[in-house]
């Protein structure tokens, strides 16, 4: 049974920093690519942060680059999401995914977190 459990939102004052982890199982983490997402009141989901499985490149949105750190333990089979300097345009519920395409037979494996949220409030 497969099982994305995000962690680590929480309330924070502007300019502070949150930890969030997603603790994955259910199937082989290292092979996959590992994402953070977010979706704010009234908006859409939108990417924030990929890391891939095993040679863990990353990329950012353009909203949090040189702020938020992605970053992945296989041997845990856990991936984290580093967030500082945290402002109110970060409030939102964030999402862990993990996402594998089988080339071969072009399947797709594409599992969610149940989100946890982030408030950045005074």
């Known amino acids: 049974q497969v099982q994305l459990v995000e962690s680590g939102g929480g309330l924070v004052q502007p300019g502070g920093s949150l930890r969030l982890s997603c603790a994955a199982s259910?199937?082989?983490?290292?092979?996959?690519?590992m994402s953070w997402y977010r979706q704010a009141p009234g908006k859409e989901r939108e990417l924030v942060a990929a890391?891939?499985?095993?040679?863990?490149?990353?990329s950012y949105a353009d909203s949090v680059k040189g702020r938020f750190t992605i970053s992945r333990d296989n041997a845990k089979n856990t991936v984290y999401l580093q967030m500082n300097s945290l402002n109110a345009e970060d409030t939102a519920v964030y999402y862990c995914n993990a996402l594998s395409v089988v080339v071969t037979s072009l399947r797709r494996y594409d599992y969610w977190g149940q989100g946890t949220p982030v408030t950045v409030s005074s």
């Open positions: 890391i891939t499985g095993p040679g863990g490149s990353t």
């Open positions: 259910g199937f082989t983490f290292s092979n996959y690519i």
